[in-house]
């Protein structure tokens, strides 16, 4: 297998260290507008496996005669959500499979954007499926943590642990803290705002999609491995638009621990103007520029890729399945913790980014064995679970199941 991966900020530099471990590929290519970064990412594997080129991300051209230049079978977008669709059909046009974290973007409804769903997360990749289908190549997206291992787990949940399922609630939650900082995100913040302050969607099977206010059905959800209890609320995420297209469930969800710091934080930023993506003029030494706010706030933050030192703490993704097995009412709480104590001395990766990047790794490893295949646009819990997880406790990163009660943990 040869990879081109496009991204080598930190999940993409997350990604070739911990391929560098692994030897089910030939060849890795790691692109980047960045060059230096790119030749980083490389370098410090210390393994002739990888290279490193200059691409934007957004040029579909010149990606594509990258992958011909290498002769790459897949593509790995390691890149924030703007520029899923160029590196998408790159692909598709030069022959490669496309595996990616985060799906093309969502834009809400024009008159009701708190009530009905406008253009949802990864409708622009789904209308294409036909034509990854006629081609004979594999679109697996949102294959991270979350969306990715979280689908996996509800596929896994659905196929061995439950007869019917009631709700799917993916929830996420962390004790991280960052020594310096009043204010600093673990991950990119320019995605962080887009899937917080859109409406989020809901999945109901009698309903279809539908979206409410942001930070909504608040609720207490107690994580494991001494993380806690934390405050989760609606966000807008892949899952809700992916568990629903191969598993059977009644309600979908997703839940994100922010803390009420964070979602202040991310309010004053909307009431602003400041979470925009559309580029304002504002003046300069060399004249007037075009800037787009969330760039501007992005740049005055740390790069979340930095931070494993300053880092401190745990973060949990999972998935919560309630339901039924053998005529008895169950509920399971499915999860993967990451300490950056750990992730830092074993891997120079900050807890959130390596949790991020493990997950495509193991997907590619699948794909490269031919124990995951397929055809078409599919999300990851399109594909057998098992392998999969036990895959990802090969490489050293064990999964747990708790068992719930309905007032709390067994």
Known sequence: MRILLVGAGGVGSAVTAIAARRDFFEHMVVADYDLGRAERAAARTADARFSAARVDASDQAAV????????????????????????????????????????????????????????????????????????????????????????????????????????????DGANLTVDGYDFAPSFSIWTTIEECLNPPVVF???????????????????????????ECVNVEHEEVLLVPRWVDAQRVTFKYGL????????????????DSTEPVTVPSEHGPVKVSPRDVVAACLPDPATLGERMHGKTCAGTWVKGSKDGRPREVYLYHVADNQWTMQEYGAQAVVWQTAINPVVALELMASGQWTGSGVLGPEALPPKPFLDLLTAYGSPWGIREQSATGTD
């Open 64 to 171: 594509q005669a990258l992958l011909v230049e290498h002769r790459c079978d897949v593509l790995l977008n390691a890149t924030d959500p703007r520029f899923v669709m160029p590196l998408f059909e790159a692909a598709l046009a030069g022959g490669a499979h496309y595996l990616d974290m985060a799906m093309s973007l969502s834009r809400p409804h024009p008159e009701r954007p708190y009530q009905d769903t406008g253009v949802k997360l990864g409708d622009a990749q789904f209308a294409r499926a036909d034509a990854w289908a006629a081609a004979d190549r594999l679109a697996l997206v949102g294959i991270g943590v979350e969306p990715g291992l979280s689908d996996v787990f509800a596929r896994y949940a659905a196929d061995e642990l439950f007869d019917e399922i009631e709700e799917i609630g993916v929830r």
């Open 204 to 230: 109901e099977k009698d309903r279809g999609w539908y979206t409410t206010e942001p930070f909504t059905e608040a609720e207490v959800f107690d994580f494991p491995e001494g993380i806690g209890p934390v």
């Open 259 to 274: 803390g009420d710091e964070f979602i202040g934080v991310l309010k004053t930023l909307h009431k602003l103007g400041l």
